[in-house]
Structure formats: structure tokens, C-alpha cells
């Protein structure tokens, strides 16, 4: 357990969407979905995630829903275990520990107090079981689970390799180009296999498998993109089969619709495809679903369905094939190129998405705000085929101006592109700007923007490193091109070099006075305003890998990392080395906004971070063994506001928030916080309110609310909910006063409308309550109408005896004085 308080690697994102097949809820309201070690619950309205909830130490394989109870889902991960959860409030109810590594998990609602997974064969590499799991009942939250009964050997580790017939009577699995029936009831097995031989481009091998749900007939795909439907299995040789062909490679999963009589199924091809009463000729399509479709689900009801796809999407669909939402994790691209940098204006984390694109990844929400084409041309999936892509991004200081660099794969003589790309807020987009073809020789390999003040044209320049063994300076001119659509333009200002040496790195000064350019084994300091070098640093042996400038007080520094495994820091003003230190540094990021930086080092297959100040040698915190995988990538993102929890202990969190990416891309962070707790409270009361049952007069009645709450805050009122609402004597008149003693509805109609009015001098609620128990006692008082004249008459002459000086009586003074006239004191003349 951590310690309250503590600081742990916590992952915040990233996981792999497409582990395991998804699941919607029993009303389809949620979607439930196994992202790395903890699952997921999305609303499917609104695409935002309501829960997240953790509790598995390794990968989650499985999740399925209770079949005794839709409120709760069961999940299973390589850790083991088998957990319990009632995912509408995110608790964890039970877990069984089995002990093997689960690669899958099944429920059957005929199956009592058990479960089905697949785990490995003990003694035997690469072989698997289906084993049923007696989940054990007891009082404790941790039970254990060890009464394993093996149901079939020789099963494919995927869940997508076996499925369970129409009411839970058999049980199917395929393997290679076998495929085996297993019936409960009769213990019976029965196995069929394909041919081996690829004749004519086909290949029999089995790639998934699914049953129908009211009939006895099971569905397989195969690698050369057949379905294949058989029937009459129950016969070791009787049994029968039909084919349906569209997919021209492997048919990735299929799905029966709730009542069977449509059939989906989807490939690599990102097309979804619906065969209709299992006929070749009545298909509809879904294309251009963007990237492979790797599962299928069904909603209970039949009315939506979701694919999940390799590109870390989630696709839900309508039952007539129309699309409806789409949630877009972090797209796993095969290679990072163009580092984890920050968009100044959403603070979201920018890289490599699709090929060629860009993709703008929100932290909070663990989603993809938007996609931004590059390369503007049409990829081409083919092994071996030369194609250009991304690999250098920047942003300026405000975000207003974008900078990247596109190439082709060819080593020797590249193909480069440098676009500049301006944010338009009424397009709310970047639009490409400047087209610079060729701008280095060779590749490029850094650039950055001098961060200062970007109302002036002069001070915003653009700086580019390449193994052409020069920098280049780019500053932006007035378009004189009456034809041009932009009123500016970027042109190369100056070319730099050192002695003939590769450019390898480069970055400004906070003031941006100073530019720092690495060429091999030594760093260069230029004047950004006349060009001039001012000093050389050197620490031998080894190339420069990584340099930074210190921030805010410690500004007179600059840190160096050499692929010799030495983290140098030099003082600008002396123009000498200050202190060094021992490490194999892989990153070394600056925060933006405090003098902290980061350097996470890389050693005896241990990532290891170190967060310090320049002027400080000692580290001012130390993280041994920070995860399991090696750390390619680290930001700083800025807060939206000081985190004060972890000010004291660790002020270097204080302001912003340190996110790493690791060589699987996993996207890591350091947080005292759990993932429950930080979940935004916009999505926890979207949870609460969409838990709450729907009727028409809450519909109403909460839009009704929701436009006065809106009125009242855009005239500056506060929002004030009024408790003395239902505390009209009308109201309680009629709730409280039985039925059989009420007057007639139309006597109490009036009353009971009066008393929701609201008047228009905004009069109080006792004031309101007052007039409409007067108007209920008006027919009393017109009975004693006469003595109340006469002893108004001698009111009045009392009062103007008094003059001036008497008050005139409120109307629940008057209220009270008519009781006190109308009480019986006769009693008193006795005594």
C-alpha cells in the first residue's frame, strides 16, 4: 500500500484500448472497456469517461458483466485474479485470486457461482486450457479461488478463439486449422479440421469464432478472409458448412446480432460488413472506419454496436449501420519521432498520431482532441515502400505558430519539408502558412522558437539544427505577392556552423538573448541579436546529447548531457564548468515555469529519475527504478492552477505536472492522487445524473431549471435554491389532509395554482404563504363580516386620536389580531 500522500507512478493514460472486447451496459447507457491494468467506463452520450477503476497490478484480458446482476462486472488480468466490481459507483466488491496468469474470461448465466478463462498449461510452452473457476462465497473482500475444473486442452490464447453455443450447451474453440465441440450436457467432444495446403491464395487457418444466439449454428473467420457457417455439428462426419466472402485478408472478429439475423464481421480493410439471414448477395458496409477493426461488441437491446480498432479507437454504431460516436485514445504510433511537446493553448500533448498527422492528446480526459494532416497525402499501407513522415515539431511561446518537418524514409538522400503553420481563431485550426522545400542538405535534427514576445515580428525567429553541419535562423517578412492569401512569410536570415561539425542541438535562453547550438562534443553559445559566437564549453569524451538553459534564478546555467554517460552543468558568466555528475541521462527536460529540471537516466535496464536545480548539485529528489519499461520521453505541463497538496513535500510538482512516455508507449505520470480521485467533477456528476431514472415530468421539470439557473447566472444573480418551497399550507392542505374529508378538486384547484405563483414585487415567502391561508379563511370571515366593520370603525377613531404616531398593522399582524376577535372568552364571566 502507499503511504496518503505519497508519490507514486500512477499510469494516466495511453493503455491500449483493443486488450479485450468491450461490453455495454444492460440499458446501453455505458460503455465498458479493459484499458491496460484498470478498466474504463465511458458514457455513450457523451463520450467522456465516468470511472476508472484500478486494482489489477498487471494487464486487464477480460471483462464481462454479471449474468445474476448487470450492475456488476467481473474482469480478469495476467495478475492472476478475478475482481469483482459494481462499476456504477467504481467499488471493488470482491477478488478471487486464481493464480495463474487469466488470458480470457467467460460468464454463463447457467453456470452457478462460476466463471470460464484461459489460462497456460502447467509443464508446456505455448499451450492453453479453458478451465471453469469455482468462485469461492465467504464474508471477506480477498478470497481465494484454487478449484479449477479443465474443460478444453489446445486453445487459442485470444478470446476471440472460443465462444459458448445458444443457452450456454456447448462450447467451441479453434486453433490453427482445428476446431473442437465440446457439449456439456453429454460430455461429448467433437473435432473437425481444415485442409493445411494454401491452394490458390486460400488459407484455412481460423482466426476467430462466434455461435448464434437462438440457433445451432457457429460462425469462423479465416486468414484468407472467408466466414464459414457451420451446422449439423453435433455428427462427427454429418456436419455441414456454407461460405461467405468478402474481406480480402483476415477477418479480424465477428458478432451475432441479439436475435441472429445479422451477422458482422471486420478486417484490416476498416470496413465493417453486415451479412443479412447469412447470404453473400444481402450485405450492407460501413467504410472508412480509419484503421483495422480488431473487436466487435453488441449491446444486449441490439441497438448500438462498437468496434474497437488497432489505432486505440472505439467506433459506436446504430443498428442501421450509421455512425454514431467515436473515442479516440492515444494512437500508438511505431515510432515517436517528434518527441512529447506541449500545446500552449489546450496544454494538451502533441506527436506523432496517424501516418503523416498530428495528434492533440488532452491529459484530462485521456482522449484525442483533434488530428492535424501534415503530409496532405495519401498513406499507403506496403511493406517496404518509401513514404514521407513527421519527425520534428515546435510551437511558439503562445501557441500562435506552428513549426514542423516532414521526410521521406530514404537514408542517404532524404527528402525534407519545413512548414509553417498559423493558428486562425475563427477556423480554430492551424493553417499552413509557409512551404520551405529542402531546407537542409541532410536531416534535421532539432529546431526551436525563441520564446520572448511575439507582438513584434523581429523577436519571433525559428532556428533549425541539421548533419548538413549547420544551424539555420528563419524570420518572418511582409508577403509582397499580391496574389498571396497572408500578409507574411518566413525566408531564411542566417546560416551558422562550428569547425564543419554535425548540428545537433539547439535552444534559446529564457530572455532569449542566447542561443545554445551542440555540434558533437561541443556546445556553442551565439548572440541572437548580431549573430556572434560568444563561447565554446566542452566535456570530453562523447557527443552532447541533450542541452537545456536554467530558468528564472538559475538562468546563468547551462545543463549538457553526453552519450558517454556525464550530466554537465556550466556557469555563462564564469564560462566554466560549475559541477558534473556520473549518469547515463536519456532525457533531460526543463519545467517551463519553475527552475526544476528533470533527467531520467537509463542503467542496468533500470529508468531512474532525478529532479534537481542548476546551482544545486544535490538532487532535491531521487526515483529509483521509476517503472518497468524504459522512458523514451518526459514534459512538463503546466497547471491550470498550484497544486497545494504537494506543495510542501514536493514543491518541484507544485506548478506543473511531469508525464514520460515509456518504449511501449505507455503515458506515465507522478501524482499523490489516485485515478478516482482525479477524475474532473464535471464527469462525476454526469455519472450521478445519469444514474437517476427519466420521466417525462423530471425532463420538463429539469429544463425548466436549467434555463433559470442559466438566466440567473448571465445577470450576475447567484443560484439559490429555495427550501421553502413545498411549505405552502396549500400543499400541505392537500398532501397531509386525507382523502375522504377534501373538499371538491375544483374548491382546491384555485388555491393550490395560487400558491405556485410567484408575484411581481418579489414578496417573501411568508408573505405569499400568509395571503393564500387568508384567501382560504375568506369564507369565515365573510360570516363575521359585520363585527369585524364596527371594530375597524373604532380602530380608525383610535387612530386618529393617536395621529401620526400609530403604524399601520402588517397583514400577519392582522391575521393574528382576527384570531384573537374571533376566540370565544365568554369562559371569564364566570370567575
Sequence with gaps: MVAPGALRVVRCGGSTLCGARAVFSADSKYLLCASGDFVKVYSVNTEETLRLMSGHADLVTGIQLNPHNHMQLYSSSLDGTIKLWDFMDGILIKTFTVGSKLLALYTLATAEDSVFVVIPKKGERDTFQLVSVKLTKGAGQDLESKELLVVLDGVGASMKHIAFGREGAYVVSVKGVNLQVYFFKRKLLNRFSLSTLKTKGGDNRFSCVVCHPTEDCIATGHADGKIRLWRNFHHKKEYTYSTLHWHHDIVMDLAFSMEGTRLLSGGVESV??????????????????????????????????????????????????????????????????????????????VLNGEPGHLQFYSLQSDQQ?????????????????????LVKVAFSARGTWLATVEESEEVTDPELQLKLWFYHEEAQSFQLNTRINTPHDNHITD???????????????????????????WVMVEDTDPEAQQSV??????????????????????????????????????????????????????????????????????????????????????????????????????????EHIAAVSWLSKESSLFVFKPNE?????????????????????????????????????????????????????????SLEERLTPSSKQLAVEESLPVTPFSVLLGKHRQQQAQEDTDLGKPVVHNKQEQASPAVKELLHTPAHVLPSASFLCSIFINSLLISKENKSVEEVADEVEMESEKAEDDSDEEDVTAMEQEDTSHMELLGEMTCKLSKSQEKELRKIRKMDYSWISAF
Design 272 to 349: 465493417l460488413v453486415q451479412w443479412h439471414n447469412e447470404s453473400s448477395c444481402q450485405k450492407d458496409f460501413l467504410p472508412r472506419l480509419g484503421s483495422p477493426i480488431e473487436y466487435i461488441s453488441m449491446a444486449s437491446d441490439g441497438a448500438l454496436c462498437c468496434t474497437l480498432h488497432t489505432d486505440n479507437r472505439i467506433t459506436i454504431i446504430n443498428s442501421n449501420l450509421r455512425f454514431s460516436r467515436s473515442i479516440q485514445g492515444l494512437i500508438k504510433s511505431r515510432d515517436v519521432k517528434t518527441g512529447l511537446v506541449v500545446d500552449p493553448r489546450t496544454k494538451a500533448l
Design 369 to 389: 482532441l483533434f488530428s492535424l494532416d501534415i503530409v496532405q497525402r495519401q498513406y499507403i499501407h506496403e511493406a517496404g515502400l518509401k513514404q514521407s513522415d
Design 447 to 473: 529546431m526551436c522558437f525563441r520564446d520572448m514576445d511575439e507582438l513584434g515580428d523581429d523577436s519571433l525567429i525559428l532556428v533549425t539544427t541539421g548533419r548538413d553541419c549547420v544551424f539555420k535562423v
Design 489 to 594: 512569410s518566413w525566408t531564411c536570415d542566417f546560416v551558422g556552423s562550428y569547425h564543419n561539425y554535425q548540428a545537433t542541438n539547439c535552444c534559446f535562453s529564457e530572455d532569449g538573448s542566447l542561443l545554445a547550438v551542440s555540434f558533437e562534443e561541443t556546445v556553442t553559445v551565439w548572440d541572437s541579436l548580431t549573430w556572434d559566437l560568444k563561447c565554446t564549453f566542452c566535456h570530453p569524451p562523447g557527443n552532447i546529447r541533450k542541452i537545456c538553459f536554467g530558468r528564472l534564478t538559475c538562468s546563468k546555467y547551462l545543463i549538457g548531457a553526453t552519450d558517454y554517460g556525464f550530466l554537465c552543468c556550466w556557469n555563462l558568466l564564469t564560462c566554466a564548468l560549475e559541477w558534473s555528475a556520473h549518469l547515463n541521462i536519456v532525457v533531460l527536460q526543463p519545467d517551463p515555469v519553475s
Design 617 to 673: 548539485p544535490r538532487p532535491i529528489y531521487i526515483q529509483r527504478n521509476l517503472c518497468k519499461e524504459k522512458i523514451l520521453l518526459a514534459a512538463f505541463v503546466p497547471r491550470d492552477e498550484p497544486e497545494m497538496t504537494s506543495s510542501e513535500k514536493y514543491p518541484w510538482l507544485r506548478k506543473s505536472q511531469l508525464f514520460f512516455l515509456t518504449d511501449t508507449q505507455e503515458l506515465m505520470t507522478l501524482s499523490t492522487k
